[in-house]
């Protein structure tokens, strides 16, 4: 394992929500870091920009009122997402709020800039920088981040197309920062062996869509609860860079699953209000067989810390 800097040398259970675009809320993150795990949500999630301000003080301030009331039991810190591709427009914005309220952890993604590193080094922030190979790895820690997330194939959003045993060996055969793997995990067995392979964290997205808290329609919710690896499509048809995406939705926008067209990644854009995509076409990573019905966070926390403890028993550790 990792010789982890703080905040992340203290989190009680090794997971990290992922920042969930749209989704994810001050709600969710706040249920699931005083569960114990990183609670994660995308800055262009508050809309408009200057709701960012009122949810950075929700948050900080519900997990100061926690940790007061709790001091046995401290809440896991939070993370926000910068989207740092040119077409994000807030980008600057978001980052001086975040700066304002000492975000502890910052998860980057589509772009690694020196700049935005610095801004989070600044006061003791940590940078994850989201990556899908071996190369784009070594940039991010050459341009200053403090750790990766290896997103492997079969995880939501926009994945990649490695294995994950073939992405953690080869960027543990040069890093020995803090790592997070993310491509299907769902259940606290697929924790531990993401540690097993060299992983520092477990990196959840899709399972965590279909909790109470999670601001998904109720149909998403039942989709991700009623769909398997079968009913994932890969495709950079909705944002010009390829994901994962749940083919029921698909169909529903009149589209063939199987006979998607490319997309020019040349007209990605982030920027804005381009949200519509993300409203109709609902992204999914491929661990949903292992989901079985809506729940609070707490809830499907409590289960994977109780299967967890379940694999480690059966390995003897």
């Known amino acids: 394992m990792s010789q982890l800097p703080p905040p992340l040398n203290r989190l009680p259970f090794p997971v990290i929500g992922s920042p969930l675009f749209i989704i994810s809320n001050p709600k969710l993150v706040i249920a699931q870091c005083i569960n ?10 508050a809309r408009p920009a200057s709701q960012l301000d009122e949810w950075l003080a929700e948050i900080t301030e519900a997990l100061a009122a926690w940790d007061k009331a709790h001091p046995d039991q401290p809440a896991a810190p939070f993370a ?71 997103v492997a194939a079969g995880a939501g959003g926009h994945a990649g197309v490695k294995s994950p045993f073939a992405l953690i060996q080869e960027i543990r055969s040069w890093f020995d920062g803090p790592v997070a793997l993310s491509g299907s995990i769902s259940t606290g067995a697929a924790v531990l062996a993401a540690q097993a392979m060299g992983a520092d964290f477990a990196y959840i997205g899709s399972a ?68 519509k995509a993300w409203k109709d076409i609902w992204g999914s990573g491929q661990g949903i067989g292992a989901v079985s019905k809506v729940q609070g966070a707490a809830g499907f926390i409590a289960q994977l810390k109780r299967e967890y403890g379940e694999a480690r028993a059966r390995l003897a550790l």
């Open 36 to 45: 114990g795990v990183v609670g994660a949500m995308p800055a262009l999630n």
């Open 80 to 150: 926000i997402n910068q989207i740092v591709h040119k077409s994000n427009d807030r980008l600057e914005h978001d980052m001086e709020m975040c700066v304002k309220y000492k975000v502890p952890i910052y998860i980057t993604s589509l772009g690694a800039r020196e700049d935005i590193n610095a801004a989070a080094h600044s006061y003791g922030g940590v940078v994850l920088h989201d990556i899908i190979n071996n190369r784009f790895a070594r940039k991010a820690i050459e341009k200053g981040a403090d750790g990766l997330i290896a």
């Open 208 to 275: 965590f869509i279909a909790t109470e808290e999670a601001r998904a329609v109720d149909g998403y919710k039942q989709a991700i609860v009623a769909g398997t690896s079968d009913d994932i499509v890969y495709s950079n048809l909705f944002t010009g860079v390829h994901g994962n995406y749940l083919a029921p939705s698909i169909r529903a926008a009149g589209l063939d699953p199987d006979k998607l067209p490319e997309s020019d990644p040349s007209k990605m854009n982030f920027g804005g209000d381009k949200t």
